[in-house]
């Protein structure tokens, strides 16, 4: 069975082009807790909040600034990530296995009773 995974602009309701879908599926890889990622050609933008942040949210590059405002104004309060002005490059090709090898490591782990 195969399936593929389906972004959508928070905004809009576009989606990414496929080499921009392949960098945004990359990126997913990186265990990451409230930070913004690129994902290019479509310089689309990644809000990783996981827990107290939220869902992971994605905004087309027409909407960008619309999506940090989104999280500013919603998890602001919380804590200083939503205002960081640091955004971090979606994981290239060659750095995969390390991510899955991290991954695989940072998983939920099940312990048989
Ligand atoms: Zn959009």
């Known amino acids: 069975m195969s399936f593929r995974l389906v972004f959508t602009c928070e905004v809009c309701g576009t989606t990414p082009d496929e080499l921009t879908q392949g960098s945004i599926e ?18 689309w933008l990644v809000w990783h909040g996981n827990g107290i942040y939220g869902r992971t949210l994605y905004a087309c590059g027409k909407h960008r600034g619309e999506l940090k405002s989104f999280v500013r104004r919603h998890y602001g309060a919380i804590g200083w990530h939503p205002w960081s002005t640091e955004t971090y490059a979606a ?14 490591h940072t998983g939920p782990k099940f312990v048989a009773t």
């Open 26 to 43: 990359r990126q997913l890889l990186h265990a990451r807790f409230g930070q913004y990622v690129d994902c290019y050609p479509e310089k």
């Open 91 to 104: 994981n290239p090709p060659e750095d995969l296995d390390q991510a899955r090898r991290r991954l695989r």
